[in-house]
């Protein structure tokens, strides 16, 4: 068991990562209150809810089971959590837990930041994205019709508990999808990671537990020193969306037919042609993405049926663009990773055109 920790600004908290199976005597005990919520999907409640109940023997437990997916990641998802929430009776010193992948992780955390303005909770992650990623460092939200993860709040759990074992029954397309946010960590900062990723890529693939271990605790690791230093995106955490307004905009026009992580693997592609596009990185830098996702299986070339157009209107309506301008994150290099204003929508339209299927690379 490796246990790092999380500091922000008025509060501390672990990240464990843990190789067992199910470590349920760690998540008894976190819990920082006797009467607890469950929150899950309905892929992962079957798997792992019962043991766990099971296991918090004298405490009050509840369950909210909602339905898995990127299109059940919404307000009425959310409203399901509060009216359990409610019919029970839960208050301000009660305690919720996310056990689930990434989308479970944000709509429990913004459940409990709503919640009475806020109330504890913890992060029990199944999936590799939500380990390596979404479970860590306090954003929380659900989707809007207009766009991904428009509506939310900044919301820190009480802890991260992780064990790898949960990843056995993951289905490989969606253990895939979370090398693509991996791979985000080696362009914004960390150019030996790309090494490493690239060196240990069949170990990651066959579910090597110490090649999982480092890739989790690493990418943990990596995500908690830039919240650490800017924890409401104030600065330099921007730099984590690199190749997310493209994949988000990706979402949205799909109606989301990539998974979250496969849209971040062609956003990560499309920044790097856009950095190399504007002259910021050498050509061989969109090279060096498409290869290792492409080692991951996952997409690195759009269809022809999303045009430039379709995605660059939904990108327009992303957070992260400011007063009508886009503000993206590029790349000088590998681990280069900066944050570039007004960047001009010709560009980023021969960019996503650029990165089409049957396009020469
Ligand atoms: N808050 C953040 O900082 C942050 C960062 C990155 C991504 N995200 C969000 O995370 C979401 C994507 O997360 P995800 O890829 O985990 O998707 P997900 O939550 O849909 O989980 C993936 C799928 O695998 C299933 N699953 C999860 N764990 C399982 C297990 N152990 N065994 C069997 N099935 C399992 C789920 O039911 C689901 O069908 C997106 O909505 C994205 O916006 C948030």
Same mark, same amino acid.
């Given at each position: ?31 920082? #209150?006797?009467?607890? $919520? ?77 919640? $009475? ?59 895939? #999808? ?60 921007a730099l984590l969306n ?27 592609? $499309? ?59 590029? $790349? ?17 339209a021969e960019s996503i ?9």
């Amino acid at each position: 068991m490796q246990t790092l920790s999380l500091n922000i600004p008025g509060k501390q908290y672990p990240i464990v990562i843990d190789q067992q199976a199910f470590n349920f005597a760690e998540i008894r005990s976190r819990l920082t #209150a006797q009467k607890v $919520m469950l929150v899950s999907d309905e892929n992962v409640a079957p798997l792992y809810l019962e043991p766990l109940r099971a296991e918090l023997d004298g405490f009050e437990v509840h369950e909210c089971v909602i339905a898995a997916g990127e299109n059940h990641k919404n307000i009425q998802s959310w409203q399901m959590i509060l009216d359990a929430l409610a019919k029970q009776g839960f208050n301000r010193s009660d305690v919720l837990v996310a056990v689930g992948g990434g989308i479970v992780c944000d709509i429990t955390g913004f459940a409990a930041a709503s919640w $009475m303005r806020g109330v504890d909770f913890v992060q029990v992650p199944t999936s590799l994205l939500a380990q390596i990623d979404a479970s860590v460092g306090g954003k929380t939200g659900v989707n809007h019709t207009a766009g991904k993860n428009l509506i939310g709040a900044f919301h820190q759990p009480q802890a991260v508990l992780i064990n790898i074992a949960t990843l056995q029954t993951l289905p490989p397309r969606e253990f895939n #999808a979370g090398i693509g946010e991996a791979i985000k960590y080696a362009g914004i900062n960390q150019p030996d990671f790309y090494g490493w990723l690239h060196d240990n890529r069949l170990a990651i693939k066959q579910q090597d537990q110490k090649a999982l271990q480092h890739l989790i605790s690493e990418c943990c690791g990596f995500k908690a020193e830039i919240v650490r230093d800017d924890e409401k995106e104030q600065g330099v955490r921007a730099l984590l969306n690199l190749g997310h307004t493209f994949a988000h905009a990706i979402e949205n026009v799909s109606d989301y037919h990539y998974l979250h992580g496969e849209a971040v693997a062609l956003g990560l592609v $499309m920044a790097a042609d856009l950095s190399v596009r504007l002259g910021h990185a050498e050509p061989g830098l969109k090279a060096q993405f498409i290869e290792l996702i492409a080692a991951f299986d996952l997409p690195h070339a759009l269809p022809n049926k999303y045009t430039a157009e379709q995605i660059i209107h939904a990108m327009r309506l992303d957070k992260k663009a400011q007063s009508g301008q886009h503000r993206l994150i590029l $790349m000088r290099g590998m681990g280069q990773a900066f944050i570039a204003a007004d960047v001009p929508e010709d560009v980023i339209a021969e960019s996503i055109d650029a990165c089409r299927e049957g396009v020469e690379k």
